[in-house]
């Protein structure tokens, strides 16, 4: 809970710390991406696709929050960047097909134009596709040059990454927050759409990063609790950008959910209380990690940072 | 190379022996697969949307692939009809997507209206990527309820499955099939197409099949060959029903290739060309299944029979 108090000397040098730790383990996983898709030989337009979103910027946090957890859990983390890679395609893909015009229409991605403005409808579908599908071939061919995780360890990473990402998760999220446009919100379904369509996920990483190091069910439990209060936090924080942020900050279209009467948290308990929730759960993630050691510390901090991010 | 032998009395009867085959294994899978929905919690648009393609009907030519190809290594088909069920996921989310106005702009498919046009477009992206998504889930999990089939084949398998779907098989087939409508029909690319846009995750469906079964790697050097050829010969028998088929029977708009100026084969080599070069693959196919014993004679007949098929 004092993990980050910004009143002191050492905590400044702890938010510093942290920034540091965001980027560093960024640009492994930026590094790696950069080379996989390098090799592949696809159709020109469709590696050109992919590789556009890939490599428009964002915050990594999805693998960030999975090597963590690993490092947490006391495995080392350039050991799993593949890993923790596969959850960038997931989230990429989930971006692009979200944008196009029957879903969300936004024209507007990262300080860049969306993925079908430059490419067309057909290719952005394709593209994610070819994106949610490869994370599942990184996710699975561990054995061939990464050292050994347990092929049933593997086997349970595969499955943990489909349920945050398919139905009973970010899919089923999107179709629950497709269906409730320009209904009046109400705290269940609300909370059903935040839940599945981006904590879902964001729990996953965390928990692959446990399952990956052949964790504890203790150290499991806390790493989920852990994930999905951030999980939430992320979507309410979110939800706050949309309503203060700016437009050249978020590097997304600012005011888009009131323009598309999507249900939010500020819309439903404004942006004040909205706050405060984000803040609970985030303290209530940190007390989640307590039985882990400082090894935990950046995951402790993420939670603080996430909080406070501006885009 | 004699298994069917039309002008034998023998040969009706395996005929017959072929189509009762291939109803039982798709009864099989069909059972599974309305059990397995009918318990998913999921918003009730999404579940629908799903359930509606996925029981259009179909022939579940590739679940009943692999579980014809486990047979073949000595196993016993009942156990795997998850994973089998599996590829008619993957499959179903892949023509949902194909039929989209971005992509063929189909209004029919299997007799009846394509996902889109009943659910609209966004829930058919969303039941596209929930089937894909789902596949993945029930490919990884058998550890809680099926016969031990150790971790790491299962691993082989889910990575099988992702690089007959991806962006190096089916995702890829249909890049290069977007991108080469209305351009004049080379052999090459063609070839390209047709490997990756159909061949690859047939391909896939009979290797997984030897995967499960553990089979030694000359069974599965002859069980890739016998995929790969009976793949092309699937899709150029494809190309030739659109063009001699008749709307009702296909159960999809027959001569849409020529109207959206598709690369086929009938296009660049005339329909009789392509016929035999559809016998000559079966041929090829049926020759790779030397060293298997009688165990293979549903992979034998399924060939001949997906040569002869009028939809």
Known sequence: MEIINLKSESTRQKLMDIKN??????????????????????????????????????????????????????GVADDIVPYAAALELIHTYSLIHDDLPAMDDDDL?????????????GM???????????????????NVSLPAVPPAALLRVV???????????????????LLSENEEPDAETLLFIHRCKTAALIASSVRMGGMLACCSDAALSGLTAYGENIGLA????????????ETEVLGKTAGSDEKKK????????????????????VDGAIE???????????????AQYLLKREN
Chains 1, 2 share one sequence.
Not at 34 to 58: C, D, H, Q, R, T
Not at 127 to 138: H, Q
Not at 234 to 245: A, M, N, P, S
């Open 234 to 245: 992320f979507q309410i924080v979110d939800d706050i950008l949309d309503v203060e942020g």
């Open 109 to 121: 991605r990262r300080g860049k134009p969306t993925n079908h403005k430059v490419f067309g409808e």
């Open 159 to 177: 499955c943990e990454a489909a349920k945050g990402a398919g139905i009973y998760g970010m899919v089923g999220g999107q179709a629950q927050d």
């Open 124 to 142: 952005a579908i394709l593209a994610g596709d070819g994106l949610l599908t490869e994370a599942f071939s990184l996710l699975s061919r561990g």
């Open 262 to 281: 999507k249900m939010t948290y500020p819309k439903l308990y404004g942006t004040e209380r909205s706050r405060e929730k984000a803040g609970e759960l």
């Open 288 to 302: 989640a990690l307590e039985i882990f050691d400082e090894k935990a510390d950046p995951l402790r901090a993420v």
């Open 21 to 74: 730790y965001l980027r560093k383990k960024k640009e492994c996983v930026d590094t790696f991406l950069g080379l996989y898709f390098s090799s592949a030989i696809v159709p020109a337009n469709l590696k050109e696709s992919m590789v556009y979103s890939l490599s428009a910027g964002g915050k990594r946090i999805r693998p960030v929050l999975c090597l963590a957890a690993y490092e947490a859990c006391g």
